[in-house]
């Protein structure tokens, strides 16, 4: 039997000292949501936790999610297990209330591994995803103008079958390119998990993180290195090799997750079954 963890986070960036705190709450009631479920497995537990933050206006995902250059919100999500280097991805979708649902559902449906925009949307409208007006997302953006900045979420589980899986979901940078996809949604770079290693999410600018793979670096190394370890070498790595600025939290086969990020502020939480 494994112990059961869980580490979640809810952006790396440079968010004003003033929203640290409720940001810091949405991630641990995020923790609580995905603990509470994962007697019934890793995946239940990452999507649970993310789901969550995707309800955050504080968070830059779902109702929390940064608007594009022409003031949309476009949104990327994916799901990994370790079991089967299963994954489902989204990217660039408009009208998607729980991306993270989404790409569960394209990785159960298992004929693809990530969908983006248009064909993405009548994917959710087949499976019976909840959709719902993209002026929902631009909407929740301006009421919550007081909160300028926002960042990616992320969850890593291991259950104590020693299940492990990874979810992710953002609204990518502010003021970005349209079509525009990050790291978030791309297996290996924003996300990763291999039943033989580990698991590993990402947050930050994405380009550096897609330049590096950075996700499967790290968890190549939770093979054979400790997860602090393998957490602050990939982010040095980030920096020296791509200028990269941003966060990881890791989580290996066995043993205590970790959290390392070169940016002023990252918010996460985790916990671990007692022993
Ligand atoms: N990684 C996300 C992206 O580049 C953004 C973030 O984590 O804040 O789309």
Redesign the pocket.
Same mark, same amino acid.
């Given at each position: 039997m494994a112990r059961a963890a869980l580490i979640v986070h809810g +952006? &790396? +960036?440079d968010r004003p000292v003033a929203e640290r705190p409720p940001t810091q709450a949405a991630v641990e009631a995020a923790l609580e949501a995905g603990w509470a479920v994962i007697a019934g497995g890793a995946l239940a537990a990452a999507v649970a936790a993310v789901r969550l933050m995707e309800d955050a206006p504080l968070l830059?995902a779902g109702l929390g999610a940064c608007l594009n250059a022409d003031g949309v919100a476009e949104l !990327?999500a994916a799901v990994m297990l370790g079991d089967g280097l299963r994954a489902g991805a989204v990217g660039a979708v408009r009208d998607v209330r729980h991306p993270v649902d989404l790409a569960r559902e394209v990785m159960e449906e298992g004929r693809h591994v990530l969908l983006v925009g248009e064909g993405a949307s009548r994917f959710a409208a087949e499976r019976g995803v909840e959709r719902c007006d993209p002026e929902v997302f631009v909407a929740a953006r301006r009421a919550g103008e007081a909160a300028p900045s +926002? !960042? /990616?979420v992320g969850a890593v589980a291991r259950d104590s079958g020693g299940g492990l899986a990874v979810a992710v979901s /953002?609204g #990518?940078?502010a003021g970005k390119r349209p079509g525009r996809i990050? !790291?978030?949604p791309l297996v290996g770079a924003?996300l990763y998990a291999d039943a033989d290693a580990g698991a590993a999410c &990402? /947050? #930050?600018? #994405?380009?550096g993180?897609i330049r590096t793979v950075l996700c499967h670096r790290a968890v190549e190394r939770l093979a054979s290195g400790a997860a602090a370890a393998v957490a602050e070498e990939c982010l040095e790595l980030l920096a020296r090799r791509a200028g990269g600025r +941003?966060g990881l939290i890791v989580l290996g086969r066995e043993g205590a997750p970790a959290a390392a990020w070169n940016t002023p502020h990252m918010a996460w939480a985790m916990r671990v079954e007692e022993a």
């Open positions: +952006g &790396a +960036g830059n !990327d +926002g !960042d /990616t /953002t #990518g940078l990050g !790291d978030s924003g &990402a /947050t #930050g600018v #994405g380009e993180f +941003g």
